[in-house]
């Protein structure tokens, strides 16, 4: 199996901080991952890690100077709080596509972001197409991402705290702000490796050649798969402390009805394990994976 980028970035850091438990090391890499930083360690208590961080030189410059300067800077701070989708992300920045598109090009080219193409099928299939009015304000809209958990970590929670003369303006409301939405970062990297983790489980007998998340007019789905004979799964991901139930399937299960979708898996990743009526299910097109699972991708 070809690794992709954010599994080796993932492998790397695991090597580097081989000290850091099984259970806390994906909310660590999300944060940190791809940061070459080598004098931190991860040892000191998390608050004193961020503080150290805002105020590291050499933490800054692993990121091009121009990305501080607008604007830049503000497309950055509002992706990194976003979901990515690249219409809304320009409309709240109120920039015109053409200036949104010259600044896309620049962080693509410098490796700072990477762009996801939309995989939802136009409602017209040609020009003068009827459809229903309540479609026809409606965009297909692809998305943005972080090439790196670090660069993401950076524009939501330190960047938006400094000042213009780059002084960190206050340490307590930059900690409140990190504490609160911390989770948002590590859910969205427990999707990425749970993407990664499918992979690894179809490659010896079904390899999976198309996958990634869905999002259309009617849901959202954190795992959109095709496997080489042309199985598609449905997956949710779950990053809580809490185990997944029963009605998380069936909710899964009625969106992708919604969505028209055939699914011949069900897949759920769960940070917290299942419930005991999920344990015990039988039915066989349900693959259910718990954090343990996640340890097949270091090796």
């Not at 670090?150 to 206050?170: C, G, H, L, N, Q």
């Not at 307590?172 to 939405?181: G, V």
């Not at 496997?227 to 949710?236: F, Y």
């Not at 402390?241 to 399937?249: A, M, Q, T, Y």
């Amino acid at each position: 199996m070809v690794k992709t980028i954010s599994l080796k970035l993932f492998q790397e850091f695991y090597l580097k901080h081989r000290y850091i438990l099984f259970e806390e090391l994906i909310d660590y890499y999300a944060l940190f991952g791809g940061l070459e930083e080598e004098s931190i360690e991860f040892y000191n208590p998390l608050d004193e890690i961020v503080t150290t961080l805002a105020l590291n030189d050499s933490a800054k410059k692993q990121l091009p100077f121009f990305l501080f300067d607008k604007p830049f800077r503000e497309f950055l701070i509002r992706l990194a709080r976003s979901d990515g989708k690249i219409d809304s992300l320009l409309q709240r920045l109120k920039i015109g596509q053409r200036v949104g598109e010259e600044i896309m090009e620049e962080l693509l080219v410098n490796g700072i972001v990477r762009k996801r193409e939309s995989r939802e099928s136009p409602f017209r299939l040609y020009p003068k197409q009827a459809i229903k009015k309540e479609l026809r304000s409606y965009r297909i809209e692809d998305k943005l991402y972080f090439t790196k958990p670090f660069f993401r970590f950076w524009f939501a929670f330190i960047e938006p705290y400094f000042t213009k003369e780059r002084v960190v303006d206050s340490n307590k409301h930059l900690l409140e702000n990190f504490h609160k939405e911390r989770y948002r970062l590590s859910s969205a990297l427990f999707e990425d490796l749970s993407n990664e983790l499918l992979r690894v489980h179809f490659q010896e007998h079904d390899p999976v050649v198309e996958y990634g998340s869905l999002w259309n007019y009617q849901s959202e789905f954190d795992i959109f798969a095709k496997t080489k004979s042309g199985k598609v799964i449905i997956g949710e991901c779950k990053y809580r402390n809490r185990p997944i139930v029963k009605g998380e399937l069936v909710k899964l299960e009625s969106k992708t009805e919604l969505s028209a979708i055939n699914a011949n898996f069900y897949a759920l990743f769960s940070k917290s394990g299942f419930s005991k009526e999920l344990q015990k299910s039988q039915e066989p097109n349900l693959l259910l994976f718990t954090l343990e699972d996640f340890k097949r991708l270091l090796t």
